[in-house]
C-alpha cells in the first residue's frame, strides 16, 4: 500500500463514532502530535490515549512499603500463561532491581501475590539481579533472564544468567526455578521463540549482538529436556564488519550441538564457580564474529499468513528497529527517524527517540515502546502493509505522563484482542503500575478453554 493509500484508510476508518460499530481495533485511532507533558494526568490513568475509545485503569498498583508483599518495584515484560491449565488466566512480570523477583496477576480476581523474589539483594552470591524479560515457553513454563553482564576487560559477573520458573502455576511456596546454564552470558532483554521453537536472545549493550538457541530436542515437553543440550549462534549480517548491517545474514555457530563452546571461544568461571561463554567477548573474535548493534532490547516474532516468520528486534541508541526474514535470512530496517510520522506525513526525526519495548496486536500490528521519560515518552504504532518487514509509517499511539518513568512490557492478551497490559516503571512516587488499556469488543476471538488459541494463530505468534 502506497502512503497515500494507507493515511487515507487510516482517516477513514477514525472518521465518527460509526466507525466503530460493533466493536473497534487497536489500529482505530487518530495519530497524535507533541508531548503530553510530566504530570499532566493523574498517575492512575497516566496515558494520553489516541482514541477516545480506548480506556485504561490501574490493575497493580506497588506499595513502596511492602507491608503485604515482596514487591521491590522496576515492574518490566509481561506474559500470561499461553498454554496449558487455566489458559491465558494469569499475568506475569518481573522486577527489574537489584533484588529480583516475579509477581503474578489473577485476571478473574485482580489479586496479585510475588511467587518467587530472590534470596539476597546485589552483589551477594545468591543474589538474583535486573530481571527484565517474561516469556511463555512453548511447554508450559515461565523463563525470564538478567539484564547485567560484564564487559570484557572488567571482572566477570555472576549474573547474566537465564531461569524457567518449572511450575508457574503453584503456590509460591512451592515455586521451583532454575538456572539454564546451557546459554551465553550476556545482559538479557527480550526472548523468543519461533515456530521452530528456537530460542532468540540479545546481549544489551551497545555494540553487542542477537542470538538463537537451538535446542537439540525442540520439541521437548519440559525444561530439562529442552535445555539439555543445543546449539548457540550469533547473528552475522555481511561480512560481520559494518556495525548494524542489512541484508543476507547467516548464523554463526559458538558452541557445538551438545552446548559444548567451540575451540577459541571465551569461557569464563563467575564467582560462584560457574564457567560459561562470555557472549559479550566471544562475537568480537575473527572467528566467531557477529554484526554489532548498538543496544539490542527487545525482541518479537511475528507469523505471516504464509508461515513466514518474522523477528523484530528494538536496538535504541541509534533509534532503529530491525526486521529479520527468518526464512531467508534477511535483515531490513523496519522503522527509524527516517519513517513517516502519520500525523505530519513528514519523518518522524526525534519525535521517535530511543525504541526499546515491542509488542505485537491481535491484528499483527507492531508497536514500538520509547525509552524516555515521562512527559516526552510515547508508544508507537507501526503499519507494514505489505508484510515486507519495513514499515510504511509509525504514528503516536499513547503518550506517558509520569513523573521519573518509563512504559515497559506492553503486552497485547492473546486471548482478549481488545485488552493490552503495560507497566509504568520506576515513577518518582515509587509506586510503580500495570495498566490495563482497553477498547470496546463485542466478543472475544479466542476462548479461554481452548488450548490451542494464542500458538499456531495466522498473525501472532511468540
Given at each position: 500500500?502506497?502512503?497515500?493509500k494507507l ?11 460509526s466507525a ?18 510530566a504530570?499532566t494526568?493523574p498517575?492512575s ?18 506499595d ?17 500463561n499461553e498454554n496449558?491449565?487455566?489458559?491465558g488466566?494469569?499475568l506475569?512480570t518481573?522486577f ?10 489473577d485476571?478473574?480476581t485482580m489479586?496479585?501475590?510475588t ?8 552483589p551477594?552470591l545468591d543474589?538474583h539481579v ?5 516469556r511463555?515457553?512453548?511447554w508450559?513454563?515461565?523463563?525470564t533472564?538478567?539484564e ?6 572488567g571482572?566477570?559477573s555472576k549474573?547474566?544468567?537465564?531461569f ?5 502455576l503453584?503456590?509460591p511456596a512451592d515455586?521451583?526455578?532454575k ?5 551465553p552470558?550476556?545482559s538479557h532483554e527480550?526472548?523468543a ?16 549482538h ?8 525442540p520439541?521437548?515437553d519440559?525444561g530439562d529436556?529442552f535445555?539439555?543440550a543445543g546449539?548457540?549462534?550469533v ?7 559494518v556495525k ?5 545474514a547467516?548464523?554463526i ?14 569461557v ?5 564457580g ?8 566471544t ?5 566467531f ?9 527487545d ?5 505471516l ?7 523484530y528486534?528494538?536496538t535504541?541508541t541509534?533509534?532503529?528497529v530491525?526486521?529479520?526474514d527468518?526464512r531467508s535470512n ?9 519513517t513517516?510520522d ?9 519525535a521517535?527517540?530511543n ?8 491484528d499483527?500490528?507492531i508497536y ?6 515521562g512527559?516526552?515518552?510515547?508508544i508507537?504504532f507501526?503499519?507494514?502493509?505489505n508484510?515486507?518487514g519495513v514499515?510504511?509509517?509509525?504514528g503516536k ?6 513523573k521519573g ?5 506492553l503486552?497485547?492478551d492473546?486471548f482478549?484482542?481488545n485488552?493490552a ?6 515513577p ?10 482497553s ?6 476471538k479466542?476462548?479461554?478453554?481452548d488450548?490451542?488459541?494464542?500458538r499456531?494463530?495466522?498473525?501472532d505468534?511468540?
Amino acid at each position: 500500500m502506497t502512503l497515500k493509500k494507507l493515511s487515507l484508510a487510516i482517516g477513514l476508518v477514525l472518521v465518527g463514532s460509526s466507525a466503530f460499530a460493533g466493536g473497534a481495533s487497536f489500529d482505530h485511532f487518530v495519530p497524535m502530535t507533541g508531548d503530553v507533558g510530566a504530570g499532566t494526568l493523574p498517575e492512575s490513568a497516566p496515558y494520553k490515549l489516541a482514541s477516545p475509545h480506548f480506556s485504561q485503569m490501574t490493575i497493580v498498583a506497588r506499595d513502596p512499603a511492602q507491608a503485604h508483599r515482596f514487591d521491590s518495584g522496576n515492574y518490566d515484560m509481561h506474559t500470561v500463561n499461553e498454554n496449558g491449565p487455566e489458559v491465558g488466566r494469569f499475568l506475569f512480570t518481573v522486577f527489574e532491581t537489584g533484588q529480583a523477583g516475579i509477581q503474578r496477576t489473577d485476571l478473574r480476581t485482580m489479586q496479585t501475590e510475588t511467587i518467587w523474589h530472590s534470596p539476597a539483594a546485589s552483589p551477594a552470591l545468591d543474589s538474583h539481579v535486573s530481571f527484565d524479560a517474561s516469556r511463555w515457553t512453548p511447554w508450559g513454563t515461565f523463563i525470564t533472564a538478567e539484564e547485567s553482564w560484564s564487559d570484557p576487560a572488567g571482572p566477570t559477573s555472576k549474573y547474566g544468567r537465564l531461569f524457567e520458573v518449572v511450575n508457574p502455576l503453584a503456590a509460591p511456596a512451592d515455586i521451583v526455578i532454575k538456572h539454564r546454564d546451557i546459554l551465553p552470558r550476556v545482559s538479557h532483554e527480550g526472548l523468543a521463540f519461533d515456530r521452530k521453537n528456537n530460542l532468540y536472545f540479545i546481549d544489551e549493550r551497545n555494540g553487542s549482538h542477537i542470538f538463537k538457541f537451538t535446542s537439540a530436542n525442540p520439541q521437548a515437553d519440559n525444561g530439562d529436556d529442552f535445555f539439555a543440550a543445543g546449539q548457540t549462534f550469533v547473528l552475522r549480517v555481511g561480512d560481520g564488519t559494518v556495525k548494524e548491517a542489512t541484508g543476507a545474514a547467516a548464523w554463526i555457530p559458538l558452541t557445538d550441538n551438545n552446548g559444548v563452546a567451540l575451540p577459541g571461544a571465551v569461557v569464563v568461571t563467575d564467582p560462584n564457580g560457574l564457567t560459561a561463554i562470555d557472549g559479550r567477548a566471544t562475537p568480537k573474535l575473527p572467528a566467531f564474529l557477529g554484526t554489532a548493534f548498538d543496544r539490542p532490547e527487545d525482541v518479537e516474532i511475528k507469523t505471516l499468513k504464509n508461515g513466514k516468520q518474522q523477528l523484530y528486534v528494538a536496538t535504541t541508541t541509534n533509534h532503529k528497529v530491525f526486521s529479520i526474514d527468518l526464512r531467508s535470512n534477511t535483515v531490513k530496517l523496519f522503522a527509524s527517524r527516517d519513517t513517516m510520522d502519520m500525523a505530519t506525513k513528514q519523518p518522524a526525526g526525534s519525535a521517535f527517540t530511543n525504541p526499546d519495548n515491542l509488542a505485537i496486536d491481535a491484528d499483527g500490528n507492531i508497536y514500538i515502546v520509547e525509552d524516555q521519560p515521562g512527559g516526552i515518552e510515547d508508544i508507537w504504532f507501526a503499519k507494514d502493509e505489505n508484510d515486507d518487514g519495513v514499515a510504511e509509517a509509525i504514528g503516536k499511539w499513547a503518550s506517558l505522563s509520569t513523573k521519573g518513568a518509563e512504559s515497559t512490557g506492553l503486552y497485547f492478551d492473546k486471548f482478549k484482542p481488545n485488552v493490552a497490559y503495560v507497566n509504568v516503571q520506576h515513577p518518582d512516587s515509587g509506586v510503580d503500575r500495570t495498566i490495563m488499556i482497553s477498547t470496546p469488543c463485542p466478543q472475544a476471538k479466542y476462548d479461554h478453554d481452548d488450548d490451542h488459541h494464542g500458538r499456531d494463530r495466522d498473525h501472532d505468534r511468540d
